[in-house]
């Protein structure tokens, strides 16, 4: 039976964050579809089968269901089910259809650099949506993704307008050899063009 196999590749692709079963999946592959980034893991021999990731979802969908026949892997960053490309699948396709390989989310490998335990934590995010700042800043632990239009300063600013001043730690390019990991107070978040970012907001007292 054709598959849809969907690949986290963890936080930045490399070889060290792929879990078992990866390459096998690859090798297997009628069809691998990934950013340009995500196509950076793909072995040489496969090349010849990546094709890139449309812009919009109605045309990835439009692909998918055209290509039924193929054994197809779909490269996701991070973890599908952890604020990614899963839910979105789920909710076209049969479940006996798919295939989910996990990988490290953004927000697993945040808290494991800054040796914080996430059990207690509230994960949400801020693509294509306004966050519950209300419940946001009243919560002890929070994990974001975030986007362009809702970063960590903007974050801090709904804070500070609350009369929040919580502590956030900012990742950006995390597994990255660019990797920037950063800690300040809301009130001191600054203003920048945060690069592949997710945010763990500390609410203290």
């Not at 934590?121 to 362009?148: A, E, N, R, W």
């Amino acid at each position: 039976m054709a598959m849809i196999t969907v690949v986290g590749i963890g936080p930045g692709g490399t070889p060290e964050y792929l879990f078992d079963g990866v390459q096998e999946a690859l090798e297997a592959a009628d069809l691998i579809i990934g950013s340009e980034r995500q196509l950076e893991i793909v072995p040489i021999n496969k090349k010849q089968n990546c094709q890139r990731l449309p812009r919009k979802l109605d045309d990835l969908e439009e692909l998918l269901a055209n290509c039924k026949e193929d054994q197809i892997v779909l490269l996701a960053s991070g973890d599908p089910l952890t604020y990614g490309i899963g839910k979105w699948l789920i909710q076209r396709f049969p479940a006996a259809e798919l295939n989910i390989l996990p990988g490290i989310s953004s927000l697993h490998y945040l808290f494991n650099q800054l040796k914080l335990p996430m059990e207690d934590c509230y994960i949400t995010s801020s693509h294509g949506k306004v966050p519950d700042y209300s419940l946001i800043f009243q919560l002890p632990k929070v994990g974001m993704v975030t986007d362009k239009a809702i970063g960590p300063y903007q974050l801090a600013q709904e804070a500070v307008q609350r009369g929040k001043n919580p502590t956030f730690y900012i990742g950006e390019k995390l597994s990255y050899s660019d990797e920037k990991i950063r800690c300040c107070k809301a009130d001191e978040v600054p203003d920048e063009d945060y690069q592949m970012n997710a945010v763990v907001i500390i609410n203290e007292g």
